[in-house]
Nanobody
Framework: QVQLVESGGGLVQAGGSLRLYCAAA????????MGWFRQAPGKEGEFVAA????????YYADSVKGRFTISRDNAKNTVYLQMNSLKPEDTAVYYC?????????????????WGQGTQVTVSS
């Protein structure tokens, strides 16, 4: 059983930056590809970024490519999402996800483990 806890969300002005953290406990963190998803009010969940177990491969939604960076530190059991040049449309609850299959993580909402989410609000 893997427990995921996100942190780092908050209120920021458009153009600003935030760094999200996802701390994992239980299981072997380095076995798991990891991903970030977000859900805005009244909208469906959206894939944001994913990273392979080694960190050697990363994937991004077109909407965040060039602005967001996903990374991981397997020694600290933590995955990060650095968000730069934030826009009001980035406002959402951001969730961390883990699954043994990278394809499952990238594909959407079927990852086995999820965190509770952290709110990101970008003001215009």
């Amino acid at each position: 059983q893997v427990q995921l806890v996100e942190s780092g969300g908050g209120l920021v002005q458009a153009g600003g930056s935030l760094r999200l953290y996802c701390a994992a406990a239980g299981g072997t963190f380095s076995d798991y590809p990891m991903g970030w998803f977000r859900q805005a009010p009244g909208k469906e969940g959206e894939f944001v970024a994913a990273i392979s177990w080694s960190g050697g491969n990363t994937y991004y939604a077109d909407s965040v490519k060039g602005r967001f960076t996903i990374s991981r530190d397997n020694a600290k059991n933590t995955v990060y999402l650095q968000m730069n040049s934030l826009k009001p449309e980035d406002t959402a609850v951001y969730y961390c996800a883990a699954d043994l299959s990278l394809l499952t993580v990238v594909a959407g909402q079927f990852s086995e483990y999820w965190g509770q989410g952290t709110q990101v609000t970008v003001s215009s």
